[in-house]
Every structure is written in structure tokens, then in C-alpha cells.
């Protein structure tokens, strides 16, 4: 439930409203709207239901939400949410740019990349340290050495680090080094880790799991507000379904749908979304004409020698490509006043 206060609300007034709510054994969370305040109610809302919350002074009216996911809904919360990481803002209007290896391999790969995805405009550096593999014979990643890899990548370049966590025993050592924790596809619906990154007191990437709906990402979402972290964004990297020729089918429709259900940011990565380098430009530009906050895509220095993802990889003269491309149709965008969707 959220109580929609009337826009000449006192503070004495959302006071007393915070106190009604909280003396029937449920929380109480109050956001800015655009002109009034709200007050949402977490808990199981029918220990109101004698309580005559409208009749209470300064509030407008109260609205049940109908979403298994509170926190993450827009009827919670109507305003989009922007989210800073170490200063750069996510979901304010001007797409964001995650780009990088797919894994680090050493410090030379890694900082060769990082200066390339710099130059060309990107805000981030993305790059596993832990990789969670299909095979277990595949490269799993360098860890901790990996961490600080990106951390001094991070020194020399200015770029916020994004990488994954894969283990709840792992969070502290990445919240150590990193920018901003990423929740892989595996790990959507691994309700411990997401708890504990919940608890971690850094901006969160979650990425949707193989096969998941959007319902049951946004859940996935909700565990992680609810263990006290609102600063979720979400990523589209396509789902599983019969088709073949890509490694996923991208749905770029979850970028409309997400932007009507919740106010999280979302942005998308092409590079998983198709599994070929050939695809990601034109995903990429349909990825900002729909709307997307921002993009994540892989881009190795040599991608025929990368140990992970290498034909789902950029060339440095490829990316670069890709980032022209997403600059002028974000500032056409932006001087036309286009938006993609009415929310």
C-alpha cells in the first residue's frame, strides 16, 4: 500500500501517518514525488483495515499495490529511480556505457581494454574476476589477483568498476575492490546471495536469469531492496528460448515493460543478448531507441585470443563503431525530445 499525502502536508502530518503505520507492526517508507510526498507500507497491509488512514490529516488518498514485488513497483515508488555509482548517474536521461573483457586474463589485457572502452566514452569498466562457467574446465577466472587488476584500472583510467560476485563468501573481497556488484543470469534466483549483496552498502547490476519472466525478475529485485538496498539496476542479456542461430533471443520488449512496472533503471547487453559480435551494433542502437538507460557490451583488444566470449566480442575498431553510433542517436534523441514509451 502506498498513502499519497496532499501536496500542502505538513511534516507533523506525515508524522502521525508514519506513526499509525508503525503502531500496527508494519514499516514505513516515505519518497518525494515529483509535487507531494508518499509514504509506502511494507508488511501485510490488512492490520489496517480498521484504520481509517484517508481520514487522517494531510493525506490525499491511500492506493493498494497488487504486485508480489513492493519496493521495485512504480506503484510504490511512481518516480524513476536514478542510481549513483561513485558519482556516475544511472537512469537520469543520458545512457550509460559498461564495456570491457568478458573475463581478466592479466593486467596487460585488462588495462589495454580499459583504455579503449575510455576513449571511445564508456563510464565503466566491466571484467570477471570470478567466472561462473558452464564447464568446469573452462577458465574460471583470476579472483582476488583479478580485483586488483580492476581496481588499478581503475586508478590509471577513471572508469567505476562493475564485476561479478558469485558467492556470498566472495562479497566481501568485491565489495573491496569494486565500484558496483553484479548479479550474473545463474545467480538471479540464488536468494542468499541476494540477500547479503542487499546488505553490502554498493549499487547492485542484476542481470535477468536464463529463462526468467520479468515477474520473477523484479522479485529478484525485491530481495535485494528489502535486505536494505535500493540502488538496483536491472540488464536485459536475453533469455533462453528455441531459437538456435543466437546464443539468446534479446528482448528488448522487457526494456517498455520494466520501464512501466518499475522505476529501477535498465539497461542492456547486447554482447550475451545474440553471442555475435556482428549483432551487437544494431542491438545496441535498438537497445537506446527503446529506451534503455544504458548499454553493457564486451570488447577485447584481440578477441580471437580471448579465453572467454570471444566471438561475442568487440574489436576495439568495432566498439568504437558501436559508441558513435549510440552517441548521435542518444543526442537526437534528446534534442528531438523523443521518449520511447508513455509510463
Not at 31 to 43: A, D, F, L, R, T
Not at 105 to 121: D, N, T
Not at 253 to 278: C, E, M, N, Q, Y
Request: glycine share 8%; with cysteine; hydrophobic share 45%.
Amino acid at each position: 500500500m502506498v498513502i499519497i499525502m496532499n501536496v500542502d502536508a505538513t511534516a507533523e502530518d506525515i508524522k502521525e501517518v508514519i506513526a499509525v503505520i508503525e503502531g500496527a507492526g508494519l514499516q514505513a517508507k516515505v519518497m518525494e514525488g515529483s509535487q507531494q510526498k508518499i509514504v509506502g507500507v511494507i508488511g501485510d497491509k490488512t492490520r489496517l483495515a480498521s484504520v481509517p488512514i484517508d481520514a487522517l490529516d494531510g493525506v490525499e488518498k491511500s492506493v493498494e499495490i497488487s504486485k508480489s514485488y513492493k519496493l521495485a513497483s512504480r506503484e510504490f515508488h511512481p518516480q524513476n529511480s536514478v542510481i549513483d555509482v561513485a558519482g556516475v548517474k544511472i537512469g537520469d536521461g543520458t545512457p550509460v556505457v559498461m564495456a570491457g573483457p568478458c573475463a581478466v586474463e592479466s593486467k596487460e589485457q585488462l588495462f589495454e581494454a580499459a583504455e579503449i572502452v575510455k576513449k571511445a566514452g564508456a563510464q565503466f569498466l566491466r571484467g570477471g574476476a570470478y567466472k561462473p562457467r558452464t564447464s568446469p574446465y573452462a577458465f574460471q577466472g583470476l579472483e582476488v589477483e583479478g580485483l586488483k587488476y580492476l581496481a588499478e584500472a581503475r586508478e590509471r583510467t577513471g572508469l567505476r568498476v562493475v564485476t561479478e560476485v558469485t558467492t556470498v563468501e566472495a562479497i566481501e573481497r568485491v565489495v573491496e575492490y569494486a565500484d558496483m556488484l553484479q548479479i550474473g543470469a545463474r545467480n538471479m534466483q540464488n536468494f542468499g546471495l541476494l540477500k547479503e549483496v542487499g546488505k553490502c552498502g554498493k549499487p547492485v547490476l542484476l542481470k535477468r536469469g536464463l529463462a526468467a519472466t520479468i515477474d520473477e525478475w523484479l522479485n529478484a529485485a525485491e530481495y535485494i531492496m528489502n535486505a536494505g538496498n535500493p540502488n538496483v539496476v536491472l540488464c536485459e542479456r536475453g533469455i533462453r528460448t528455441y531459437e538456435t542461430y543466437t546464443r539468446n533471443t534479446l528482448d528488448l520488449s522487457a526494456v517498455a515493460a520494466v520501464k512501466h512496472l518499475s522505476h529501477l533503471p535498465i539497461i542492456v547487453d547486447p554482447s550475451h543478448g545474440t553471442g555475435k559480435w556482428r549483432m551487437v551494433k544494431p542491438m545496441a542502437f535498438a537497445a537506446i531507441a527503446a529506451g534503455a538507460d544504458g548499454l553493457m557490451m564486451e570488447v577485447h583488444p584481440n578477441p580471437a585470443k580471448a579465453l572467454s566470449d570471444g566471438p561475442q566480442s568487440l574489436t576495439p575498431e568495432n566498439y568504437n563503431e558501436v559508441m558513435r553510433g549510440v552517441q548521435k542517436i542518444s543526442a537526437f534523441m534528446k534534442a528531438e525530445k523523443i521518449t520511447s514509451m508513455d509510463i
